[in-house]
């Protein structure tokens, strides 16, 4: 028998997000949206809530709640929907944070998780998209070389969140000739280290909070102990993992914002008289909506439920993402199209949410779970 049952610790971090994102996150969202950045006082506010100090252990000055990838995308879709874009920002941290405690190694948990334990916000991020029509991690062309007592890393990263702004950034590399995924591995890189150049993209159609940068890697010199995980460095399928069950979990809260933003609308809105929710097309259009948030969401739970039995979910990671993004971009473009014509007004935010999901298909990997 599968279940998916939250604790009530689980319940309340979920409601308590829920509040947070309608209360701050969805009344900000265009604002956000046009001004391609975060209000300061939005993340603050979230990072106050110990969202990125929340499962580091308390011998490292965290909040010591366990490790859960049921709990992160529980989070996630509380986040996304309000607003995908801020929820993914506000949530940035955990692209490095989460990676480090799975797999880092005792000194570097030591070295680097309190510096996301104090009062002080600070951004971190992860480097893993490159110059591809399809991206495949396993066929990544960023090179880690070992050099004398370290390594040096050359490459160019496209769509890095918040990369203008990280004071933390893990880079995946191909550090071996191992085939496919097994020789890239990931490297803690300081972004402001010397080789390292980082510009703002010239911009994205969606997501735009998120403040994507392009980072150059022009032979940085790394130490030894740069390489995340012990001896040749860490098997990267578990961030792979999370990170695709964080981003589809943020594609489902968009998904039920959508719905959930359309169901009142048809209800109330009356053509050749009566509320178009009677009409036949319309009220299988929204049944669908609704049916389909419920399948996207029981995938992301099976994947992170089996994340955290240790369960190799790679396989299972892939499809839920897959499924999610595909759906999230069929609800957005329903929505839109049950508001007609308004649905292209940006006075609403239809059009922004199907940017948002659009965004979602081509990176994904926003936050970890």
Known sequence: MISFDVTDEQRQ???MLLAFSNKELAPRARRADEACAAPADVLDEAWSLGLASLAIPEAYGGGGAPRSALTGALMLEAMGSGCAGLGGTAVASSLFVNPLIDLGTEEQRKRDLPKFCGSQRRVATLALHEDALAFDPSRIVTRAEPDQDGWRITGVKRLVPLGEQAED???LARASDAPGIDGIKAFIVPPRAPGVTIARESGTIGLTPMGFARVELAGVPLPADAILGEGGGADIRPLLASLRIGGAALAVGLARAVTDFA???????VAFGEPIAKK??????????????????????KAAAAFDRGVDVSKTAVLAQNYVNRRAIRIADDGLQIFGGHGYIRDLPLEMWLRNARMLTIHGALAAA
Request: glycine share 0%; proline share 3%.
């Open 13 to 15: 971090i979920r409601d």
């Open 169 to 171: 950034m893990l880079v």
């Open 263 to 269: 169901i009142p609308y048809a209800r109330e809105r």
């Open 280 to 301: 036949q097309s319309i009220a299988f259009t929204l049944a669908d909506m609704h049916i389909e948030c419920d399948a996207m969401r029981w995938l992301v739970w």
